[in-house]
């Protein structure tokens, strides 16, 4: 799988956009983009995922360039709770090879 | 979506002993994980546990200090033998359905070696 690099932390005042960004330059053609988050203590849990298009759904939305290098992860109105270590991901969606692979990811804390 | 308990939830334990860890999901899943997570670390993938057959270890981790045992499509466990204060970490059992891009994680066992 793809490796990626995220920057190891970021602060965002609550309410306001979080923007978190990835790069994933060696990204292969058929490697889907995934984030997951860990709030403190938890399970890592399931954000959003991407092949090529913009995706969004209820808890965020994910914006991939043209070239599939680089991804932004963007949670619209951020909360106390979204504070949380933020993994970019990429890998197959299919086959044997389907575990993740998680890099060191971005600790994203919400300020009041 | 699955849903992942592990038992024991946390444990203490001796030097040289070993902890067996129980994952149950809630329904059949084709793939189960275990991942560890040492203090202050990201996830460490240790293993693929197979349903009826050995489980494929990833570099660095071997059967006899990690035996895991899939016996069928919704339970699986995994040992941490003869444990050091080293294996202390949080241990995860993960999870992906037929036909599902999303990969499920149960909420850890917290392992402390003393």
């Known amino acids: 799988d793809a490796k990626t690099t995220q920057p190891p932390s970021m602060d965002c005042a609550e309410g306001r956009a979080a923007n978190l960004p990835c790069n994933h330059s060696?990204?292969?053609?058929?490697?889907?983009v995934y984030w997951y988050r860990q709030i403190h203590s938890q399970g890592p849990q399931y954000i959003i995922h991407?092949?090529?298009n913009n995706e969004t759904n209820e808890m965020a939305s994910l914006i991939i360039t043209e070239d599939r290098k680089s991804s932004t992860l963007i949670l619209p109105h951020a909360t106390l709770r979204d504070t949380a270590v933020y993994y970019c991901?990429?890998?197959?969606?299919?086959?044997?090879?389907?575990?993740?692979?998680f890099g060191s990811g971005t600790q994203l804390t919400v300020l009041p | 979506s699955a849903v992942i308990s592990q038992k024991p939830s946390r444990d203490i334990c001796q030097r040289g002993t070993s902890l067996t860890i129980q994952c149950q999901v809630d329904?059949?899943?084709?793939?189960m994980f275990w991942y560890r997570q040492q203090p202050g670390q990201s996830l460490t993938l240790i293993a693929t546990?197979?349903?009826?057959?050995?489980?494929?270890?990833e570099s660095g981790f071997v059967i006899d200090k990690f035996p895991i045992s899939r016996p069928n499509l919704t339970f699986s466990t995994l040992t941490v033998s003869n444990m050091s204060p080293e294996d202390s970490s949080i241990y995860l059992c993960?999870?992906?359905?037929?036909?599902?891009?999303?990969?499920?994680f149960g909420p850890g066992t917290r392992l402390t070696v003393t």
């Open positions: 993960s999870v992906v359905q037929n036909g599902d891009y999303e990969q499920y």
């Open positions: 991407g092949l090529k």
């Open positions: 329904s059949q899943v084709t793939m």
């Open positions: 060696t990204i292969s053609g058929n490697e889907y």
């Open positions: 991901i990429v890998r197959v969606a299919s086959g044997s090879a389907r575990q993740l692979t």
């Open positions: 546990a197979n349903q009826g057959s050995e489980a494929t270890y």
